[in-house]
Every structure is written in structure tokens, then in C-alpha cells.
């Protein structure tokens, strides 16, 4: 099942494609019960809805899982070679803005005070229902299924900023796309390989020209492995988002400042559009605009460290 969430004339409904067209579930149907559903609603051409986020997620994870992204991106910040030993050890994460989600073709803000703006190719798991402590194969079945998604990122801002140590900030904070679509993870079984990945071929244009593809199989974690891990010691419940962290081979423009050791291709810029398609979910495709000024806000004061 390929499950949407659109506008038509002046309503939001939640909705099942059926090739090129869309039915409307009941009303109050959200994404998550879609399962258990059936379409009430005419049929109507997908040409004429806008489509939204397939889903309002109250937490969004997003993983770093390509051997091959974190060389290149080391490679760019820092002049770093290879991999740290310590990635190797657990699924890193950290946690972005569950309220800065777009659609598959909304229009993406410039972050205020940046100019040096990425995409980042990505592939999400979409919790289905609650648990904690679980297993990699207890996890499957908490996977309601996947859908596309796009980590935009203010390298500028981000560089700036992870110089404090803690991690990234404004720099992944004003937008990250999710679509066209939350597909099932039914669909997707016959792309599983024998070691459990998911063989899903992705690709990365920017103005119509292909800048990166890869295979999703080539993570070094499973989605499952990855729902394990962030149920340990805590929740993971309905709606949460697990994006699998960038592909490698061009999956953002980053890597490849740090294969070829310059800025090619060149920072996003208002006017350009990322279109990113993942095989057996689809393609999100989003036009850079202008954004808003920054609002000032002063450095920090040396004090002087007073006590009472």
C-alpha cells in the first residue's frame, strides 16, 4: 500500500494511490490506521492534489549508516581520511526538527545566514507502534514502512557550529522533506537481500543532472538494527522517523567538495531544484527560494564569575 497525505479542493485527507490516481480514506483516517482502512473517496488523478507530508512525525532520528558519506564529508570538513574506529561501534544518531517537515514539492527555504545549503539523500523507516529494549527481530514488526527523505543542511552554519563539540544545530534545523508517499514494508520485501538489507537503487539530481546513485544496501546497519538501537533503555512509538543517514557516491554535494577538493558542484542557491528518487517509493523533487534574514542575537558574554 502507498499511503499519502493531500490537499483537494480546500481538504486535507489521508489517501491510497492506485497508479496514477488517489481515494480518500475516512475521514480522521490518519497515516498510521491507514492499514487497516479501506478508500471511500472517488478516485481522483494525482495531477490535481497537492501532496503533503505523508505524515507529521513527533520525532525524527536521523542515522549516519554509508561508509562511504562519512569519508567523503570528513574528507571535506576537516581533511580527515577513512572512517573513525568508534563509528563502527553502534548506529549513531541525533535528533532533528520534527517541526520543519515539507512535502515532496514544496519549496525550500534558504536557513537565515547561509549560503552554502546541501541536500542529502535519504531513506526513512517509519515506526508503526510502540515498543522498547527490542531486538532486531522484534523491530521488523514495528517498521509500518518507508518513505523518502531529504536532510537539508547549512554546511556553512553546521561547520561553524559543531566546533563546540556537541553537534549539529541551525544547520540541519530549517527543513527536511518527507514523500511523495509512506509505502508499506509489505512492498518492499522482495528487494530484501540475503543479509536483510533492502536493495533499493537512489538517485540525486540537481537541475536534471544525475550528481549521485547508489544502492540503499549498502548501509552498514539494517532498519531493523537501527530501531534496536534507539528502543534501548527508551521508546520508540507510532509516527516516529528513522532516516538511514546519506547514501554515498554523490548522495549529498558535500562528499563530493571532499572527493574532488573543491566545491563541485557548487552550493544550492534560490532557483535550484533537488530531485531525489528511491526505487519502489518514488521521487520528492523541491526548488531552493529565498529565505528570511537572520534575527540578531548577540555573542556570548565573558563574565566574570562571580559567586554570591
Avoid at 257 to 284: A, F, N
Amino acid at each position: 500500500m502507498r499511503i499519502v497525505t493531500y490537499l483537494y479542493e480546500g481538504r486535507r485527507h489521508c489517501g491510497v494511490v492506485e497508479d496514477t490516481l488517489v481515494r480518500a480514506l475516512p475521514d480522521g483516517t490518519s497515516p498510521l490506521d491507514a492499514l487497516g482502512a479501506r478508500p471511500v473517496g472517488k478516485a481522483v488523478p494525482l495531477s490535481d492534489v497537492l501532496l503533503l507530508p505523508p505524515l507529521q512525525p513527533p520525532t525524527v532520528r536521523d542515522f549516519v549508516t554509508f561508509e562511504e558519506h562519512v569519508e567523503g564529508v570528513r574528507r571535506s570538513v576537516d581533511g580527515a581520511v577513512g572512517v573513525p574506529e568508534r563509528w563502527y561501534a553502534a548506529p549513531s544518531f541525533y535528533f532533528t526538527n520534527p517541526y520543519a517537515v515539507y512535502g515532496p514539492h514544496d519549496d525550500i527555504p534558504m536557513p537565515p545566514g547561509s549560503a552554502v545549503l546541501d541536500f542529502e539523500l535519504e531513506v526513512a523507516a517509519v515506526i508503526g507502534r510502540e515498543g522498547r529494549d527490542l531486538t532486531p527481530e522484534q523491530a521488523r514488526d514495528h517498521i509500518v514502512g518507508y518513505t523518502i527523505f531529504n536532510d537539508w543542511s547549512a554546511r556553512d552554519l553546521q561547520s561553524a557550529e559543531m566546533k563546540v563539540g556537541l553537534g549539529p544545530c541551525k544547520g540541519k534545523d530549517t527543513a527536511t522533506t518527507l514523500g511523495p508517499c509512506l509505502v508499506t514494508a509489505d512492498e518492499l520485501e522482495p528487494y530484501r537481500d540475503a543479509d536483510g538489507f533492502l536493495r533499493l537503487a537512489l538517485t540525486a539530481e540537481v537541475n536534471g543532472q544525475v550528481v549521485g546513485q547508489d544502492l540503499l544496501s549498502n548501509m552498514s546497519w539494517t532498519f531493523e538494527e537501527m530501531v534496536a538501537y534507539a528502543s534501548r533503555g527508551t521508546w520508540v512509538r507510532p509516527g516516529d522517523v528513522l532516516g538511514s543517514g546519506t547514501c554515498g557516491n554523490g548522495g549529498c554535494l558535500a562528499e563530493l567538495w571532499g572527493v574532488r577538493g573543491r566545491q563541485d558542484p557548487p552550493p544550492l542557491k534560490p532557483g535550484d531544484t533537488v530531485t531525489l528518487t528511491v526505487e519502489g517509493i518514488g521521487s520528492v523533487s523541491n526548488t531552493v527560494v529565498p529565505g528570511v534574514d537572520p534575527v540578531p542575537v548577540p555573542t556570548g558574554r565573558r563574565r566574570s564569575r562571580e559567586r554570591p
